[in-house]
């Protein structure tokens, strides 16, 4: 507060003062360097939440979904915004994976991972190792094991190029970034990150060789990337430069703070960080800190969030962790619940409490949806695996659910294809219900061995533990690398690509050992006994309940729709929409398009208003491009009909592979063409006409139709 005239006298005194006090416990605003440009000026503040596995449709009839049971975040989206009902996820449908997308905009293929959490990849000799998806932005792959081959970036683009940073334009405009918890732009681990961010002969690194708990809770889970001339990194004594060599522009002389040991002080001087109850946030062991990602449940989160805002970080990203598992603060118990069952209410009955404490802590901040975009998604949906609850109809609420069996169906796809088919090839598998595979030796495509293995794999049966009886046709799709490029799961790594990629039932969760055949069916399938690591939420699959996802945008600019099932969108989306809102663009064309429906008639850019057939082109262009847009989806299918044809010559497979890989290089290119016309009008103020638009879209019409009819 600015005192511009001389005080008069002790009335006036007091009166100053007290407006002084009421200023000084006021938090700060967003920092005066940061340069939005939204269309009406007003927005201030970006907040955006990544929810990691929740659900907006209801996953029993009888049961709330989780955001009927959040009703607090509901209506907060509702009445003040849009949520778009039919989203969609990308392939695999998995959190790593969904995560990356929506911060780039860009699918798999262009940002490297497809397979995730962790993947495979081939060695020069065709041996199979593990990476990681979740590792810092800029380090190498992350193998955790000794003797890695591949040291290629972890953020692959389709240039073989670390990918663009999702913070470079909200940095570049003077405004700091705050990340808790969110995939890649935080150290994700002690092992790969602390060199590449640190160095290997740092204090940091010493401090993992002498206190790896207390490491983790220092330095995983949190940072800022900081705007240059940032306050807040001015503030500590413990910024790095913010490296991102491959960063299209450029980017020099930023810097950034990592870890919750070199956050915190800067944020909260005055004592240690607490989540929205008042609790000081530490691991189950006592280490105060970053508590680990499944610890991060909405007050954990959420209170990092309005923490980072009130000390004048405008720009907060932040991961929750998902409802429907109970989880220790460190990570170490997964318990799955079903839905309705006790401990899963009580669990979103606390996030909403979360979120409720959250709106009305940001209320008296002035942050608000009149300043603030505030964006909230979901990595994918999921398929519950359990028994049905018992009493039949409850509701959850006010009759809790209890369930006999909960868990997916673990099979040994290895030992299965053994034990049914006498095939001992080697391969193994990325875990999951969609089990990628790689075989031994990476050979290709049209090996015997590998052709022999997709049609085994199209013929699978077993018994189902759940059902009692055996189950047919339990691989329901499947997809070689020519299939997978069609599905954007072809990096610029071929050493990270699958042999091939089966789709299961989504009851089943499969893993590969090298183990003998199965004497009996439940040696290599069965339910686990439920513990403290059950699982029995399955994703990665193609099913529309793991497909379809939602996303909610609230602030100035964003027309208060209410729920809006009907514009068809997926995770590539989210990014380019959020930088129209804010009147700032990246360095590169997404895959994603403007979701220019939900926006008031001030703030859709004017490019797009001048351009009538915009949504009709956009829409076209998703059904195109989209992994789970109709083109995609035809091609799979015709993938799994090659993998599974076993004829004279193997004609049909040769005749359908060779239709899927033309019309996916069609795509391809047509893809590039309309994302640029997109694009044009989106940030570069080029409207495009009917005219131009309409062979666009007929084209486009005429590769869905064709990859539909393959045969």
Request: charged share 15%.
């Amino acid at each position: 507060m600015k005192l511009s005239q001389p005080l008069q006298s002790a009335c006036c005194l007091s009166t100053i003062l007290t407006a002084l006090l009421i200023a000084a416990s006021v938090p700060a605003s967003a920092q005066s360097t940061c340069q939005l440009n939204s269309p009406s000026g007003g927005i201030q503040h970006v907040i955006y939440v990544q929810f990691d596995n929740t659900h907006f449709r209801r996953d029993n009839a009888s049961v709330p979904s989780d955001l009927e049971q959040m009703p607090h975040l509901l209506n907060f989206i509702k009445r003040n915004g849009t949520l778009l009902a039919n989203d969609h996820t990308v392939l695999i449908s998995h959190t790593a994976t969904g995560i990356l997308t929506s911060l780039t905009g860009v699918y798999p293929d262009r940002m490297g991972q497809p397979v995730s959490n962790s993947y495979k990849y081939f060695t020069p000799t065709g041996a199979v190792r593990t990476g990681v998806s979740f590792a810092y932005w800029t380090a190498p792959q992350f193998d955790p094991a000794p003797g890695a081959t591949d040291f290629t970036p972890e953020m692959i683009n389709e240039l073989g190029k670390i990918a663009p940073a999702p913070w470079a334009p909200f940095t570049r405009a003077g405004c700091d970034f705050g990340a808790v918890a969110t995939a890649n732009t935080i150290l994700e681990n002690t092992s790969i990150d602390i060199p590449t961010v640190f160095g290997a002969g740092s204090p940091e690194a010493a401090e993992v060789v002498a206190n790896p708990g207390q490491a983790f809770a220092d330095f995983v889970g949190i940072g800022v990337h900081c705007a240059q001339g940032s306050p807040i990194c001015s503030a500590s004594a413990h910024t790095r430069p913010d490296l991102l060599p491959d960063e299209p522009g450029g980017y020099d002389g930023f810097s950034g703070l990592f870890g919750a040991a070199y956050v915190n002080p800067v944020i909260k001087p005055s004592g240690p960080m607490t989540d929205l109850a008042g609790n000081v946030i530490q691991d189950s062991a006592g280490h105060i800190g970053f508590p680990g990602f499944d610890g991060m449940e909405a007050t954990v989160s959420l209170g990092y969030i309005a923490q980072m805002q009130e000390a004048g970080i405008p720009i907060t990203y932040a991961y929750v962790s998902d409802a429907h598992d109970g989880h220790g603060t460190s990570g170490n118990v997964h318990f799955a619940y079903g839905p309705g069952e006790a401990g899963y209410v009580q669990q979103l009955q606390s996030y909403d409490q979360a979120f409720q404490t959250f709106f009305d802590r940001l209320t008296a901040d002035g942050i608000t949806r009149r300043n603030t975009l505030f964006v909230f998604t979901v990595d994918e949906g999921d398929h519950f695996v359990g028994d049905a609850p018992t009493p039949a109809g409850c509701d959850g609420v006010t009759t809790p659910c209890t369930y006999n069996r909960v868990g997916e169906i673990n099979g040994d796809l290895r030992r299965m294809v053994l034990t049914q088919f006498g095939d001992s090839n080697a391969f193994t598998v990325h875990s999951d219900d969609a089990p990628t595979t790689y075989v031994v030796g990476n050979p290709s495509q049209t090996d015997p061995a590998v052709r022999t293995l997709e049609r085994e794999m199209s013929q699978l049966s077993w018994l189902n533990p759940y059902t009692g009886l055996v189950e047919n046709n339990i691989i329901v799709a499947q997809a070689d690398q020519i299939g997978m490029k069609a599905l954007h799961m072809v990096t610029a790594d071929p050493f990270r690509t699958p042999t091939f990629t089966p789709f299961a039932d989504p009851n089943w969760f499969f893993f590969a050992t090298g183990g003998a055949a199965c004497a009996t069916p439940d040696a290599c399938a069965l339910i686990p006994a439920r513990t403290s690591q059950s699982f029995a939420w399955n994703h990665g699959d193609i099913q529309d309940e793991i497909a379809s996802t939602w996303v909610g945008y609230v602030g100035q600019g964003v027309d208060d729709e209410g729920i809006d099932g009907d514009t068809w969108s997926d995770h590539t989306d989210v990014r380019p929409t959020i930088l129209s809102l804010v009147g700032l663009k990246d360095d590169y064309v997404h895959d994603g398009r403007v979701i220019a429906e939900i926006m008031d008639g001030k703030s859709r850019p004017s490019a797009i208003k001048q351009s009538p057939s915009f949504s009709a082109l956009a829409r076209a262009y998703k059904q195109l491009n989209a992994s789970f847009g109709r083109f995609a989806m035809g091609t799979l299918r015709a993938s799994t009909k090659a993998l599974a044809s076993n004829d004279a010559g193997d004609a049909t497979y040769i005749l359908l592979e060779a239709q899927i890989q033309s019309l996916t290089a069609q795509r391809d290119a047509l893809a590039t063409q309309i994302k640029a016309v997109l694009d044009n009008a989106e940030f570069g103020g080029q409207p495009f006409t009917t005219a131009q638009a309409v062979p666009l879209i007929t084209q486009a019409n005429q590769l869905i139709a064709a990859a539909r009819n393959i045969h």
